[in-house]
């Protein structure tokens, strides 16, 4: 029956217990039971009596990863007059408002749980050999936050100064500049007016600022399997193969700015443009490629339970791609930074899986899988203010873990 067990059908993925079909089963599973083996209206092949044939499974994943960004202040309350104006009691570059902290980059909530799949297929020879392909994907994690007008203190309010914000982004171009007008002032004799051109830049007196990172990992494993030890209810094996895995992270942060246009009497008229929003977007691209060893070790429970084992181990070649540029929202303008680097990274999977065989060619698994990564690059400052030479800041990470639960069915064809 070892064409019909699970082992085979999706040890192939990270981490996961791939063939397990010691002799007892071989013979009949079914058997030691006290059943016989059902007829059931599933896709899937006649019984080969040899133990060979190809397989396919699909499951159902579910991890967690810690999200991987520094701690930098992006923004505080109140702005900085670019020009003077006494007559509206404004001094060119001296700040106004509170600037107490209004967003930083760790604002992002809690973790989540992402979501995703592993596809499997491959081959099995008789003598208990295996080769599979099997690709894991998880769905992006997104996180989120945002300062707006109101701080959390209704009662410092500074005039009206700290509903605007401010971030020391500099070095840009004139289609940069924001809004015409965003501050108002009270002038003797003429009234209450906005100052046109008071403020550069659209980071400068900004009427609202957000942050999204998002997180996405790939993996592709190329493996063969090969048994070296076997007794009537256990086997071992070893691993050989090739691994790819991808671990993609983006960083956005969004500021706008709303231009007063008018006064209705009762209070004044504003609009919001995109010319006067720009975002920031930070791009950290990780593709590891390398060698696959491991080993795995399965132990057959009865009544067509197994539980198995695997621990995979890769050096791989990390080729990282950084991606940063500041973008209008028009998309009339924009500058960017690319820089490429190359680092050792090393990879060590586990798994644990439970494995049920209730039909013949229809096997179900569920387990927990930690894939671990060492010597990986994170965005420690993810923002570079410096538009004209976007300088954001990558550092090491040296212990990265994703982990969580697998769940699926497999057929053997």
């Known amino acids: 029956m070892c064409n019909r067990w699970f082992g085979y059908v999706l040890m192939a993925a990270l981490g996961a217990a791939l063939g397990f079909c010691p002799a007892r089963l071989r013979a009949d599973p079914w058997a030691v039971s006290g059943n016989t083996s059902p007829t059931i209206p599933a896709p899937v092949g006649t019984y080969q009596h040899d133990g060979s044939g190809f397989y396919t499974g699909f499951e159902f994943i579910m991890l967690n990863q810690k999200r991987a960004v520094g701690d930098q202040l992006l923004a505080v309350r109140g702005f900085v007059p670019s020009f003077d104006f006494p007559a509206g009691g404004f001094t060119g570059g001296v700040p106004k408002g509170s600037g107490t902290e209004a967003l930083n980059s760790r604002d992002l909530g809690r973790t989540t749980w992402a979501v995703g799949s592993r596809l499997t297929a491959g081959y099995r020879d008789a003598d208990g050999t295996s080769y599979s392909i099997a690709w894991t994907h998880l769905n992006d994690a997104k996180y989120s936050g945002g300062a707006g007008p109101q701080g959390g203190s209704f009662t410092d309010v500074r005039g009206g100064d700290n509903t605007l914000l401010f971030s020391p982004v500099y070095n840009f171009s004139p289609l940069f500049s924001g809004a015409p007008n965003r501050v108002l002032a009270t002038v003797p004799g003429v009234g209450t007016a906005p100052v046109t051109g008071l403020l550069n830049g659209i980071w400068n007196g900004a009427s609202e600022m957000t942050i999204l990172f998002t997180q996405r990992f790939d993996n592709w494993d190329f493996a063969g399997r090969f048994p070296v030890f076997?007794?009537?209810?256990?086997?071992?094996?070893?691993?050989?193969?090739?691994?790819?895995?991808?671990?993609?992270?983006?960083?956005q942060f969004r500021a706008a700015d709303l231009n007063i246009v008018g006064d209705d009497?009762?209070?004044?008229?504003?609009?919001?443009?995109?010319?006067?929003?720009?975002?920031?977007?930070?791009?950290?691209?990780?593709?590891?490629?390398?060698?696959?060893?491991?080993?795995?070790?399965?132990?057959?429970?009865?009544?067509?339970?197994?539980?198995?084992?695997?621990?995979?181990?890769?050096?791989?070649?990390?080729?990282?791609?950084?991606?940063?540029?500041?973008?209008?929202?028009?998309?009339?303008?924009?500058?960017k930074q690319t820089l490429?680097?190359?680092?050792?990274?090393?990879?060590?999977?586990?798994?644990?899986?439970?494995?049920?065989?209730?039909?013949?060619?229809?096997?179900?698994?569920?387990?927990?899988?930690?894939?671990?990564f060492f010597?990986?690059?994170?965005?420690?400052?993810?923002?570079?203010?410096?538009?004209?030479?976007?300088?954001?800041?990558?550092?090491?990470?040296?212990?990265?873990?994703?982990?969580?639960?697998?769940?699926?069915?497999?057929?053997?064809?």
Request: aromatic share 16%; charged share 20%.
């Open 230 to 251: 076997e007794t009537e209810n256990a086997r071992s094996y070893a691993i050989a193969g090739g691994r790819l895995a991808w671990i993609w992270e983006r960083f």
């Open 340 to 372: 490429n680097d190359a680092i050792i990274t090393l990879n060590c999977n586990l798994a644990l899986n439970v494995t049920w065989q209730p039909f013949e060619g229809v096997t179900f698994r569920a387990g927990y899988n930690l894939y671990n």
């Open 375 to 413: 010597n990986t690059k994170y965005m420690d400052q993810p923002v570079g203010f410096n538009v004209g030479n976007i300088d954001a800041a990558y550092e090491t990470k040296h212990y990265r873990l994703l982990h969580g639960f697998n769940a699926g069915v497999a057929y053997t064809w």
């Open 265 to 335: 009497v009762n209070g004044f008229v504003t609009e919001q443009s995109p010319e006067y929003a720009a975002r920031y977007i930070n791009t950290l691209s990780q593709r590891m490629y390398g060698p696959m060893l491991g080993a795995g070790h399965e132990v057959y429970l009865g009544g067509g339970f197994g539980l198995s084992f695997e621990s995979t181990f890769s050096p791989m070649v990390n080729i990282i791609k950084e991606r940063a540029k500041y973008i209008r929202e028009d998309e009339a303008t924009q500058a």
